[in-house]
């Protein structure tokens, strides 16, 4: 299936590893040209290097902390100045600090809301224009299954990645009438960094080893096992494409039927 994404340039957040750098190959793979940022230089240039040799695609790497203003804004910035042009937006953050609500101070809520919520917030801000302007656009949010299913111990990525969900379903509607999709991707589940994080701290909690953690995962899980970030990164090139042209405002599991809900 031809996705239509040659000559289209995707801006890829959190991208130096985990879901964010699995969506930079696919979206390299099919032709896109990439936008990279991520906080880490060392493995944000190994990245930019394994996507130029293994696709070929042109590719531009920015070492930003996009919990801060001004450096979103030179992310932004230094996309549009190399490329010309952003056509594909993926808002995409590591996961704020777990823990139940006694467990954060405001700072460490507000430092949540300019990860996840501001970031995502500024970079649509400054790509906006030139998606309207020439009225083809995908705006892709990855987000969390918490957003449908509340995860426990995970107060303030339930909290702040919901925001993220009701930003983005309504700037899908105002968009909508100017080829701009704006859509959300909920992961579950997956073999990244985060998730392996989020055992060793339930382990430490608990007194018990990761790997009964991880088990305990997958044990939810009707599959029986972790996603693979490729998995996940063919859903975010798929909307991504030509092909999803008229699906806006949606939000997307990649969880294996971990949701119980029915829709």
């Known amino acids: 299936m031809d996705l239509g994404l040659g000559g289209k340039v995707a801006l ?6 985990g879901l964010g750098r699995a969506i930079a190959f ?32 042109q590719i531009r790497s920015v070492v930003a902390d996009l919990s801060d203003a001004v450096q979103i804004a030179r992310v932004a910035h230094e996309a549009l100045s190399g490329f010309g042009r ?13 823990g139940p609500f006694d467990a954060h101070l405001w700072d460490t809520w507000e430092r949540a ?29 990855v987000t969390s299954i918490a957003v449908k299913q509340p995860v426990d111990n995970l107060m ?36 990244t960094e985060r998730v392996e994080e989020l055992a060793t701290a339930t382990a430490g909690r608990e007194g018990i080893t990761r790997r009964d953690v991880l088990a305990r995962f997958e044990r ?18 798929f909307l991504a ?9 949606q939000s997307f599991a990649v969880d294996g039927g971990w949701i119980k809900s029915l829709l």
């Open 241 to 249: 494409s030509e092909r999803a042209s008229y699906i806006t405002g």
């Open 220 to 237: 939810e899980i009707p599959m029986g096992r972790l996603g693979e970030p490729e998995e996940f990164a063919a859903l975010a090139a």
């Open 156 to 191: 303030l990525s339930n909290s702040v990645r919901s925001a993220v969900t009701g930003f983005a379903r309504t700037l899908a509607n105002e968009v909508a009438k100017q080829g701009i999709t704006v859509n959300n991707i909920l992961p579950g589940y997956t073999r």
């Open 12 to 17: 890829v957040a959190a991208a130096s590893r």
């Open 86 to 98: 952003v056509d594909i937006l993926v808002n995409n953050a590591g996961g704020p600090p777990s």
């Open 26 to 57: 696919e979206l390299a793979r099919e032709g896109a040209s990439i936008v990279v940022c991520a906080r880490g230089a060392e493995s944000l240039e190994r990245t930019r290097e394994e996507i130029a040799a293994q696709t070929g695609a």
């Open 113 to 141: 809301v300019n990860l996840t919520l501001r970031s995502a917030v500024e970079l649509t801000r400054a790509v906006l224009p030139g998606m309207r302007e020439r009225r083809w656009g995908r705006v892709i949010n």
